[in-house]
């Protein structure tokens, strides 16, 4: 399937594209004027071989969920049990994703690709809207009661896809986190999610996370694939301590000397230092791109995934968007790396596929604008 689905990855269609720009300096103003998003109509255009490209909608959220052998390292004061009560959070549609999502008018798909704890059944799922999340020190925030309930029969109702490779992944710091065969299942995955949500209809994929310490294997990917210094590519995560902080640092370096990675095998580099998540991530964008389907990226485990898939195909990365500047300094060494500007900075640095989110209405602007404004001369407005 990964072989098949890289070789099914082409460039951008340049005849869409020059006849996407061309447009652009017909429509009713300035030329330039819509900065970036001019650019990104472009692309698109190319993406899909017709212009206008078909609008991004309706779009759907993937979040992979997995846990870390990393996080017995102390890289965060968050217990890992909180991976699977989010989990749980997500699919009673009480988080910060699910809000965004019904917002944007997304679904929303959860997938356990590494979860360390067995998901109960969707049976054991109580339709209330209950959730209840650990903060760290076992302190809980309480009920979180989502609107109306959880009704299975509206579209926005999360659904769970049991694809756990395997129970959380190793220790970085000890041995290679995962088998180069369980690499593969997992880039593998996100594969066939991408290829179910695109034959469901969905015009536009948007990455999303979950997983207690998985910034520190994605620091450790931006760093082996970029060859920036570990101080670098790592970041305050939740939100560590300076003492935390210098310690996840010494972390991510000591895993990328203990492996070297070799940013020319993209499956060995997230065999050695990734995640269950950032490698189904990895498969997504895959699988998007084979499709000719765009994928905004959300943050920082986004685009260590998508340093992966590039690695893979290069021209992948014509099937991303960038969806906004994550507030971790990976981010940014990532997308300088893989030549994407994102379109909001906001300092967010949650994860989840919420900043993605946020800019999705950008991209659908940007897109509408090839469908809907008249030209100069359809609208008989004098050109300078």
Same mark, same amino acid.
């Not at 030329?31 to 109509?41: F, K, Q, T, V």
């Given at each position: 399937?990964?072989?098949?689905?890289?070789?099914?990855?082409?460039?951008?269609?340049?005849?869409?594209?020059?006849?996407?720009?061309?447009?652009?300096?017909?429509?009713?103003?300035?030329? #330039?004027?819509? #900065?970036?998003?001019?650019?990104?109509?472009?692309?698109?255009?190319g993406l899909a071989g017709t212009c206008p490209p078909p609008l991004p909608s309706p779009a759907a959220v993937a979040i992979f969920a997995g846990d870390h052998g990393v996080h017995a390292q102390r890289v965060t004061p968050w217990p890992q049990e909180v991976t699977v009560q989010m989990v749980g959070n997500f699919l009673a549609g009480g988080a910060v994703v699910n809000a965004f999502a019904r917002q944007a008018g997304a679904t929303v798909t959860v997938v356990d690709v590494g979860v360390a704890t067995p998901l109960p059944t969707p049976d054991d799922h109580p339709p209330t809207g209950d959730a209840r999340v650990a903060a760290p020190g076992g302190v809980s925030p309480g009920r979180v009661d989502v609107p109306g309930g959880v009704d299975h029969g509206r579209v926005d109702v999360p659904r769970l896809v049991d694809a756990n490779v395997r129970r959380g992944s190793r220790d970085m710091t000890v041995t290679a986190a995962l088998t180069r065969d369980e690499a593969r299942s997992a880039v593998e995955v996100g594969i066939r999610i991408a290829g179910e949500l695109i034959d469901g209809g969905a015009a536009l994929l948007v990455t999303g996370d979950m997983g207690i310490a998985n910034t520190t294997p994605a620091a450790a990917l931006i760093a082996a694939f970029t060859g920036v210094d570990a101080a670098e590519a790592t970041g305050r995560g939740t939100g560590v301590d300076d003492p935390t902080y210098q310690h996840k640092i010494e972390v991510v370096r000591a895993a990328l000397l203990r492996h070297t990675p070799d940013p020319t095998d993209p499956l060995g580099v997230l065999a050695a230092v990734g995640g269950l998540e950032h490698a189904a991530l990895t498969g997504l964008l895959l699988g998007a791109a084979a499709r000719r389907v765009p994928v905004l990226l959300d943050g920082v485990i986004a685009v260590s995934a998508a340093l992966a898939a590039a690695?893979?195909?290069?021209?992948?990365? #014509?099937?991303?968007?960038?969806?906004?500047?994550?507030?971790e300094p990976g981010a940014t060494v990532a997308l300088r790396q893989l030549g994407l500007t994102p379109l909001i900075d906001l300092g967010l640095r949650l994860g989840e596929g919420t900043g993605a989110l946020l800019a999705l209405p950008v991209v659908t602007g940007a897109v509408r604008v090839l469908h809907e404004v008249a030209t100069f001369d359809s609208a008989g407005v004098a050109e300078k």
């Open positions: 399937m990964l072989e098949t689905t890289i070789a099914a990855i082409g460039r951008l269609d340049e005849a869409a594209m020059s006849t996407a720009r061309q447009l652009q300096t017909r429509l009713t103003k300035p030329a #330039g004027s819509l #900065g970036l998003l001019e650019e990104l109509s472009v692309r698109l255009a690695a893979f195909a290069p021209d992948a990365v #014509g099937a991303m968007i960038a969806g906004h500047r994550s507030a």
